[in-house]
């Protein structure tokens, strides 16, 4: 409960942020602080030195980018909850944000710093995966864009470079005809997933599955999408047995976490369950 | 006792404003100049040697002041004592250092303390510090601490063998020989961390000059603690005030002496400065008491009547790595006399081996003892049912110690006050629309959804005491209370009551008993508690005694008081004290009612003493230590109603009744919030809590990122009512309330939780049900 000793930066820039990173090597970019603060308390991190990013203007905010919604990424939980715009065009995300944390984690935390963080059990990385996001970084080389697909890589580890922030998501709108649902069997203790699945489904209009992307988040050491289980599904009608059938795809070729709560096994099951039930629903949601 | 308006009434609690808007006095909201922080550091392995400890690097830190090691600190402090000395057992002590000086026995065991200017730099100091251990085997199972071969804590307690506690009523053998149903099962009932919100701490002032050492300290029994401290440091009692006004919760886990804050007061008489310390939540989770952790291997003998005739338990409990102040009662007697329960079992049969393990000491808490005899008892009757066809409600009806046989001798010699147990389950099965519940639940069942209705009908041991009870259980000290009352010339009253509530709302509570007694304004009575100091000596709030206990002294010196107050109110109006009458306040004469005086006139007389007799001294107030003729026993029905998702095994609470009859109440607002928050936790342990270690005696759930403390969001929606069967121990008729919900509510969620699996040919699954252990027991009966 008691940090090491830091040095605190307050950029006011993002290029005063991006000179600071390189002046500071150990730095750590603070936004919402929910999880870099805890970790610090605890001695599991100690950086030499906080780079606060939250008060940078350029980077919150959400706006409507023609067929992309964009969302900066010290952008709160709370002002997404509360968006209108992200309501109506990208419902899933209040949904998923609706189960993060609480209500002192909402008002604080942001969504770039949950991405860019990659705690395997986070619920977002699940929907931006599901959703097809881009994810802008601005480094010291410029800028450049990273599919969520390549985002994530491992354990608490994305593609950004040490010396680059993440600025801006970017979110395509849904086509007509689609339903979008996030599912998550939370830790009763932490509240974190332990399994989180994001399914994005888009209706043809002979009813059969145009176009799906699957999320899934908790179970391993990082999120992923389930290839296995949308390409089971495109051309089908998605009826109860494909939906079954296509979800049993969903644990394969993947490594499961394991702790006191739930077991590797558990996880592949939940996994295979909390999928179907995010189709399921995105399914409804899709049919209107 | 007349009840009047104050009795009964539901009163806000007097001192919420104060804790719920930041103005508590919490150890740690306490400030001395001068005062240094005290750190501890803690053994990260479970069992090793200490081969060095160098604190070098530490000493040299800008900002620290001291640091001791365990060998600094053995000519300033006695072990830790252990004060439940239960006899016939052989009791094997466990010499318990403050702060390790050979060996460590835990994780979270003190190796070293740091003294600084600041925490901060307190923790950069207690990671300097460099230990190197001999790391040893440990052992975390007690069952397999037991076994030849494993790892020994102490050369001298062989085969880790604290105690072995027997309690053998009746021959067991003969029945178990011709009983109609036999049954056996072995029980886990898992190892809990009490998680009080504020967590432990003290602030130890020592005055060089004066030789005082005034100690704040989050103290369920500050009395206790006082004599405890003076016991370890040598300072005598006179010289030691202890301070616990304001303490956050305690469940039992802020009873006993602890390491730190011995340490505190041991520094701050070597240094002369104030010290504090307070405990992150992480120590808390490894170094303050755990509670449960029994493993039970249960027979029972029955009837095909379902008439029980007789019980047998064999229990381990882990007592952990050493033995905490009242641990050694814990398991033995507060669990093995109330095994009968609620029903008529003429036999008891009880084994208790005491275990020492690589883990962290248990103790007390919130139930201590009752919660592992009422789940095994209400698992096993459930079992029972089953394999007779019987309704679990009826199974028990024809149990149940019939309401016409009160007081009650028990087998295992308690005498239950009073009870009707049966109008607690009817009561319960009416709320609960128990005929329509059974219908839907076979209706649902027909579509693959699974519910289940789980009873529990509990009685229990409250308000701790008579002292000669305890002293016949080896318990080292009495079980009284006291109180003092005094009367201001005003006719305002100051209340100083032995008992310490640290949550419970004694502060309204006993203002209403005074109030009605004296019949002064509830506004006009001060409730002073928690300073030893100021209070007599008192036993602390625990073991549902507050109200039963210490609330039975408050009224006994009320009524000296009032006799007092009589007398001279009689001799002012110039008749016999016997002629007078007293209503709301006010003195009376009998068929004159215009000739009398008002409890605040008598107040001012007593004090001015111009017209008093010479045989009545000046003055108002009285002390009493109430020492009751035997406990309390309160009793109720609960039942759970539960929805299982047998797809992911996860549990949704559907309904929740709870029937308790806890004697009169006095403010049934405050009676409520204990039951539901008792409910909370009992109910936590049956599905979300478990304080699990590794194999290596590592706490794998040491942080509330892992220990499943319930969230509004998990519980249901409680419905509480009650039935009234007064005692007769004590004149308000009451018998406590703080620990009904816990012990009820336990046995009643699994009870659930199994029934909505009955069809899966699910009989038993242990604590707690977490959903993947309900996800296998499903898959393993479905594949």
Redesign the interface.
């Given at each position: 409960m008691y940090p090491s000793t830091f040095t605190y930066y307050r950029a006011g820039s993002v290029q005063e942020a991006l000179k600071l990173l390189v002046e500071n090597p150990d730095a750590k970019l603070l936004a919402g602080g929910h999880s870099l603060i805890p970790a610090m308390k605890l001695r599991l991190a100690s950086p030499s030195a906080l780079i606060d990013i939250s008060r940078v203007p350029e980077l919150a905010g959400i706006r409507d980018a023609g067929d992309r919604i964009v969302i900066g990424a010290t952008t709160r939980y709370d002002d997404i909850q509360r968006s209108e715009l992200v309501r109506q065009v990208l419902p899933i995300l209040p949904e998923a944000i609706d189960v993060i944390g609480d209500l002192q984690v909402r008002n604080m935390g942001t969504i770039g710093g949950s991405l860019a963080h990659a705690d395997p059990a986070a619920d977002l990385p699940a929907v931006v995966l599901a959703l097809g996001a881009e994810l802008k970084a601005v480094g010291p080389d410029g800028e450049r864009t990273i599919p969520a697909d390549q985002f994530f890589v491992d354990l608490f580890t994305t593609a950004l470079q040490p010396n680059e922030i993440l600025t801006e998501i970017s979110f395509p709108k849904p086509p007509a005809r689609t339903g979008i649902s996030y599912q998550k069997f939370a830790n009763p203790a932490s509240g974190y997933a332990v399994v989180g699945a994001a399914a994005v489904v888009t209706l043809g209009e002979d009813g059969k599955v145009a176009a799906v992307r699957v999320g899934v988040t908790g179970a391993g050491p990082y999120a992923v999408r389930r290839q296995s289980v949308e390409q089971a599904l495109v051309g089908q009608e998605p009826t109860a047995a494909a939906i079954e059938a296509a979800s049993q795809l969903a644990s394969e070729g993947m490594t499961f976490n394991s702790d006191i709560f739930a077991s590797d096994e558990y996880r592949a099951h939940l996994t295979r369950v909390f999928v179907k039930r995010a189709l399921t629903r995105a399914v409804e949601r899709a049919r209107g | 006792m007349a009840v009047t308006k104050l009795f009964g009434a539901a009163i806000k609690r007097r001192e919420d404003p104060r804790l719920i808007t930041g103005r508590g006095n919490f150890t740690d909201h306490i400030r001395l100049p001068g005062t240094l922080v005290m750190a501890i550091k803690r053994s990260p392995h479970a069992h090793a040697r200490i081969v060095r400890i160098d604190t070098s690097k530490a000493r040299a830190m800008r900002g620290v002041v001291a640091v001791y090691t365990g060998q600094d600190l053995v000519d300033k402090l006695a072990p830790v004592p252990c004060a439940w000395l239960i006899p016939d057992s052989d009791l094997k002590l466990t010499p318990y250092r403050a702060v390790a000086v050979d060996k460590v026995r835990y994780v979270g065991d003190a190796v070293a303390v740091v003294v600084a200017e600041d925490?901060?730099v307190?923790?950069?100091a207690i990671?300097a510090i460099d230990v190197e251990y001999e790391v040893l085997p440990a052992v975390v199972d007690q069952e397999k601490a037991m076994e030849s071969g494993a790892p020994q804590l102490y050369d001298e307690i062989p085969n880790n063998l604290a105690f072995h506690w027997k309690l053998h009523i009746g021959d067991f053998d003969a029945i178990w020989n011709e009983a109609e149903v036999r049954l056996s099962r072995r029980l886990i009932n898992h190892r809990l961390i009490p998680t009080a919100m504020e967590p432990r701490g003290a602030l130890a002032a020592y005055n060089p000059g004066s030789g005082e050492l005034t100690i704040w300290c989050t103290s369920q029994n500050p009395h206790v603690h006082r004599l405890l401290l003076s016991a370890v440091t040598g300072l005598p009692e006179t010289r030691i005030r202890v301070i616990a006004t304001d303490v956050g919760g305690g469940f039992g886990s802020k009873i006993p002496m602890y390491a730190g804050e011995m340490i505190a007061a041991a520094i701050s008489r070597d240094l002369g400065r104030p010290i504090k310390w307070i405990e992150?939540?992480?120590e808390n989770c490894v170094a303050t008491i755990h509670g449960r952790d029994h493993i039970q291997y249960v027979d029972i003998a029955a009837r095909r009547d379902g008439t029980i005739t007789g019980v047998r338990v064999r229990a381990y409990a882990n007592m952990g790595a050493y033995l905490s102040t009242a641990a050694p009662g814990v398991p033995t007697w507060l669990f093995g006399l109330m095994l009968q329960g609620a029903y008529a079992i003429p036999v008891i049969h009880c084994d208790v081996y005491g275990v020492l393990t690589n883990t962290t000491p248990t103790d007390a808490y919130r139930g201590a003892g009752r919660p592992e005899a009422t789940y095994l008892l209400e698992r096993m009757i459930d079992i029972l049912a089953r394999e007779l066809g019987m309704d679990p409600a009826e199974i028990r009806r024809k149990n149940f110690i019939p309401k016409d046989r009160f007081p009650y001798t028990t087998p295992t010699g308690l005498q239950y006050d009073s009870g009707d147990y049966e109008a607690t389950l009817n009561r319960a099965l009416e709320l609960v629309d128990y005929s329509t519940l059974r219908r839907q639940q076979a209706e649902l069942r027909q579509q693959g959804r699974y519910i289940g209705i789980g009873f529990s009908t509990y009685v229990e041991v409250c308000g701790l005491a008579p002292s000669q009870a305890a002293g016949a259980m080896g318990f080292q000290g009495g079980l009284w209370e006291s109180a003092t009352v005094r009367v201001h010339p005003t006719g305002k009253v100051t209340v100083f009551t032995g008992s310490n509530p640290h949550g419970q709302g004694e502060e309204t509570t006993f203002a209403q008993l005074v109030a009605d007694e004296l019949g002064v304004p509830f506004e006009d009575v001060e409730i002073v508690h928690g300073d030893t100091e100021m209070v007599p000596f008192g036993m602390g709030t625990y073991g549902s005694r507050s109200t039963a206990v210490g609330g039975a002294a408050l009224v006994a010196a009320c009524r000296k008081v009032k006799e007092k107050a009589q007398r001279i109110a009689a001799h002012l109006l110039e008749v016999a004290p016997e002629d007078l009458a007293f209503e709301n306040g006010r003195f009376f004469v009998k068929g004159a009612p215009d000739r009398g005086m008002t409890f605040q006139e008598v107040a001012l007389q007593a004090y001015l003493a111009w017209k008093l007799p010479r045989d009545i001294e000046p003055g108002l107030e009285a002390t009493h230590f109430w020492d009751p003729v035997n406990n309390t026993f309160p009793f109720g029905c609960h039942i759970c109603v539960v929805e299982v998702d047998p797809?992911?095994g996860?549990v949704d609470f559907l309904k929740y009744v709870a029937v308790d009859d806890v004697g009169n109440v006095i403010n049934p607002m405050i009676v409520d919030g204990q039951v539901h928050g008792g409910i909370a936790q009992g109910l936590a342990q049956a599905v979300?809590e478990?304080a699990?270690y590794d194999a290596n005696g590592q706490l794998?759930?040491a942080?509330?990122?892992?220990?499943?403390?319930?969230k509004a969001s998990?519980l249901p929606v409680f419905t509480v009512d009650r039935t009234v069967t007064p005692t007769p121990v004590n004149p308000m008729g009451v018998k406590g309330a703080g620990e009904t919900g816990t012990i009820a509510s336990t046995p009643a969620v699994v009870n659930a939780v199994i029934d909505a699996l009955a069809p899966f040919g699910i009989e038993h699954i242990d604590m707690p049900l977490?959903?993947?252990r309900i996800?296998?027991a499903v898959r393993e009966r479905s594949s």
């Open positions: - | 925490r901060y307190a923790q950069d990671e992150t939540r992480q797809e992911t996860k979300y478990y699990a794998l759930s942080s509330l990122m892992d220990y499943a403390i319930p998990m977490t959903p993947e996800w296998r």
